[in-house]
Nanobody, 124 residues
Framework: QVQLVESGGGLVQAGGSLSLSCAASGGTLSSYAMGWFRQAPGKEREFVAAISWKHSRTYYADSVKGRFTISRDNAKNTVYLQMNSLKPEDTAVYYC????WGSGSTLAYEYDSWGQGTQVTVSS
């Protein structure tokens, strides 16, 4: 299984931006669909964005569409999540996940490998 490490979380004011990175090791990221999920305190983990392994098709939760952008750099074995116009309700721990040969599922159980998460806090 590929190992994933997220970075880039932090504290930002509402309306601000953050860029998350997910670096992979132990595998070639180009063979994986990658997803970003988040979990707020007391809530279930929810889908945020995904990018397929083939053609890099992207998918977004309605709550982040138009504000977040997922991208990948296979040469750097890294996936990114650019988050703009952040809202307090975006506050959560953000996780990246990998799904070998996946199509970019919105379902957490489809993903085989997970990072440890990075905290994003948006103040009002």
């Amino acid at each position: 299984q590929v190992q994933l490490v997220e970075s880039g979380g932090g504290l930002v004011q509402a309306g601000g931006s953050l860029s998350l990175s997910c670096a992979a090791s132990g595998g070639t990221l180009s063979s994986y669909a990658m997803g970003w999920f988040r979990q707020a305190p007391g809530k279930e983990r929810e889908f945020v964005a995904a990018i397929s392994w083939k053609h890099s098709r992207t998918y977004y939760a309605d709550s982040v569409k138009g504000r977040f952008t997922i991208s990948r750099d296979n040469a750097k074995n890294t996936v990114y999540l650019q988050m703009n116009s952040l809202k307090p309700e975006d506050t959560a721990v953000y996780y990246c996940a990998a799904d070998a040969w996946g199509s970019g599922s919105t379902l957490a159980y489809e993903y085989d490998s997970w990072g440890q998460g990075t905290q994003v806090t948006v103040s009002s």
